[in-house]
């Protein structure tokens, strides 16, 4: 048996930035399976990655952050972002994609973190995308 299939485990899934390039048609149906299991409880590690530890393409990281930004508000589900190096595309991305909606963003990190907090006024790693404070997340 797999870890992701004991009793009691919940999972995430996405497509790092690192591997956007690799994100593709049928890993975009692959996710969309995953993302169906009742385990699921968010979809992350995503967003952009602009740092010298990252060769792939700025705009092909953009596509993908925005088709997994829409899968998530398709399911309703909470997203773990990754942001790094670039704090202004992401924030207009989420805002593009997003725009008021009411979801979940945890673990807001790297350069991404101080301007998240200063945006949302959060000092937690848990905040709504529409600047709320998220409790017990």
């Given at each position: 048996m797999r870890l992701e299939e004991e009793s009691g485990v919940n999972v995430i899934y996405g497509c790092h930035p690192h591997f956007a390039d690799?994100?593709?048609?049928?890993?975009?149906?692959?996710?969309?399976?995953?993302l169906s299991r009742r385990n699921v409880v968010g979809l992350g590690e995503i967003g952009?990655?602009?740092s010298m530890?990252?060769?792939?393409n700025m705009e092909i990281q953009?596509?993908?952050?925005?088709?997994?930004?829409?899968?998530?508000?398709e399911r309703k589900l909470p997203i773990c972002l990754h942001i790094r190096d670039a704090t202004e595309d992401g924030f207009t991305i989420l805002e593009q994609v997003l725009l008021?909606?009411?979801?979940?963003?945890?673990?807001?990190s790297f350069s991404c973190r101080s301007q998240f907090q200063?945006?949302?006024?959060?000092?937690?790693?848990?905040?709504?995308?529409?600047?709320?404070?998220?409790r017990g997340g």
């Amino acid at each position: 048996m797999r870890l992701e299939e004991e009793s009691g485990v919940n999972v995430i899934y996405g497509c790092h930035p690192h591997f956007a390039d690799t994100f593709d048609l049928g890993h975009k149906l692959v996710l969309s399976g995953l993302l169906s299991r009742r385990n699921v409880v968010g979809l992350g590690e995503i967003g952009l990655d602009y740092s010298m530890k990252n060769g792939v393409n700025m705009e092909i990281q953009k596509g993908t952050f925005k088709v997994q930004l829409r899968m998530a508000l398709e399911r309703k589900l909470p997203i773990c972002l990754h942001i790094r190096d670039a704090t202004e595309d992401g924030f207009t991305i989420l805002e593009q994609v997003l725009l008021k909606q009411d979801v979940l963003v945890s673990n807001p990190s790297f350069s991404c973190r101080s301007q998240f907090q200063k945006t949302t006024g959060s000092t937690s790693t848990a905040s709504t995308a529409a600047g709320k404070t998220a409790r017990g997340g």
